[in-house]
């Protein structure tokens, strides 16, 4: 369906306490198994056609050799250290975040996946640009890492839309961010 105004969805997996990732920015403390992933990807491509993510979150899959985690989707990455993308379909968003992300979202399509991670989150929703936010609650404690939203400079109330709880222990929770 498309609108005027395209939502942004924090998408985004956590620990119980609250964790995107490991401090070293390591993510394998998930579960990766089960209906959650299947239903995950097929999200991915119905529902979404943008992507936007920090660069620590994108340096992850370049550890790995890979430069387009999402080729199926438009592909944003935040950064104001790199000056060229390791892949040209890759674009680079290296100052005004905030227009950026406006402008994407006033653009005709699907929604906009916001990828990660915890910095970038709390920009946008400091400036009011997140709709959404789907989290999948893993049944795992770390006790550290990385938050799933840094520093706010407010509370924001969330309304929960939805719930589904997966026989893996992994629970999906939708809220919308209230205005």
Do not use: W
Request: proline letters at 3%; charged letters at 25%.
């Amino acid at each position: 369906m498309q609108s005027q105004t395209r939502k942004l969805t924090y998408h985004v997996a956590t620990t119980l306490d609250g964790y995107i990732a490991r401090e070293d920015d390591s993510f394998d403390c998930f579960v990766f198994e089960g209906d959650h992933a299947t239903e995950y990807m097929a999200t991915l491509q119905h529902d979404y056609d943008t992507v936007l993510m920090g660069r620590r979150t994108y340096d992850v899959g370049l550890k790995f050799k890979v430069t387009d985690p999402y080729p199926y989707l438009e592909t944003f990455v935040v950064s104001r250290s790199m000056k060229e993308a390791p892949n040209p379909r890759v674009k680079l968003i290296s100052d005004d975040v905030v227009g950026a992300v406006r402008a994407l979202k006033a653009k005709e399509g699907k929604g906009i996946y916001l990828s990660g991670g915890g910095a970038l989150a709390a920009q946008l929703f400091a400036a009011g640009l997140v709709d959404e936010v789907l989290v999948k609650l893993n049944p795992r404690l770390l006790g550290s890492g990385i938050p799933l939203v840094s520093r706010l400079d407010r509370h924001l109330e969330l309304a929960l839309r939805s719930t589904k709880v997966y026989q893996n222990g992994v629970v999906l929770l939708r809220y919308d961010v209230q205005r």
